[in-house]
């Protein structure tokens, strides 16, 4: 029971460089997102997606792109990171709609950009 | 603008000692509360769900409650052990959405 699935754990950039990080959930959720934790500040959202092929931005956008490549998986792209990135980065899944919205995070990807 | 506080930011107690952990809200239009534990590293597993209906749920050792007219969600541990070590989060959606606000967490050590 996999649950939400993100790839890499670990990653370390240069300034200006560019990577997508990937998430996948097997519980047939609607609603997908992506935060970034950083000390002091605890989790903020960046994007989310309510359902398959809409996304909207978060709290915190600037510097992200995002897609929906299917129900499944939601992807989180850094076109040109900067220090300022570097951070821990959830992906979280939840079924959408009113009632029952109980979230499950991944266990994360450590980025580092120097 | 929903903001989350959790008081205090960090804990410190023997082992087998009964501890509340505090979770307030500005925003009462809050709708689902839910608590997660963090441990070091490592991703949010979520701990419990009160529903906006709900007042409270309980598992195991752990209590959650919901207070909307006060803005206040409480955590309650019974019998604490070393292994409840963890950071302890709240978060709430918002109005019936389902994106959610965080608190910065409590920081909590059970000591032999």
């Known amino acids: 029971n996999a649950g939400v699935t993100q790839t890499p754990k670990f990653q370390v950039l240069k300034t200006g460089q560019s990577m997508t990080l990937q998430c996948a959930q097997d519980?047939?959720?609607?609603?997908m997102y992506w935060y970034r934790q950083d000390p002091g500040m605890g989790l903020r959202l960046i994007y989310y997606?309510?359902?398959?092929?809409?996304?909207d931005k978060g709290e915190v956008p600037n510097g992200y792109n995002v897609s929906r490549l299917n129900k499944r998986e939601f992807s989180l792209r850094l076109e040109s990171a900067a220090p300022s990135q570097t951070s821990v980065y959830f992906c979280?899944?939840?079924?959408?709609?009113?009632?029952?919205?109980?979230?499950?995070f991944g266990q994360g990807t450590r980025l580092t950009v120097v | 603008k929903q903001e989350v506080t959790q008081i205090p930011a960090a804990l410190s107690v023997p082992e087998g000692e009964n501890l509340v952990l505090n979770c307030s809200f500005t925003?009462?239009?809050?709708?689902?509360l839910q608590w997660f534990r963090q441990d070091p590293g490592k991703g949010l597993t979520s701990l419990l769900l009160?529903?906006?209906?709900?007042r409270e749920q309980t598992s195991g050792r752990l209590n959650a409650s919901l207070d909307k007219s006060s803005g206040r969600s409480t955590l309650y541990i019974a019998a604490s052990q070393p292994g409840d070590s963890a950071t302890y989060l709240c978060?709430?959606?918002?109005?019936?959405?389902?994106?959610?606000?965080f608190g910065t967490g409590t920081q909590l050590k059970v000591e032999l």
């Open positions: 979280a899944s939840s079924v959408s709609g009113t009632g029952v919205t109980e979230a499950f």
């Open positions: 519980m047939n959720h609607n609603s």
């Open positions: 997606s309510a359902s398959e092929g809409t996304t």
């Open positions: 925003d009462s239009a809050i709708y689902n």
């Open positions: 009160i529903q906006s209906s709900q």
């Open positions: 978060a709430g959606t918002t109005g019936g959405g389902n994106k959610l606000t």
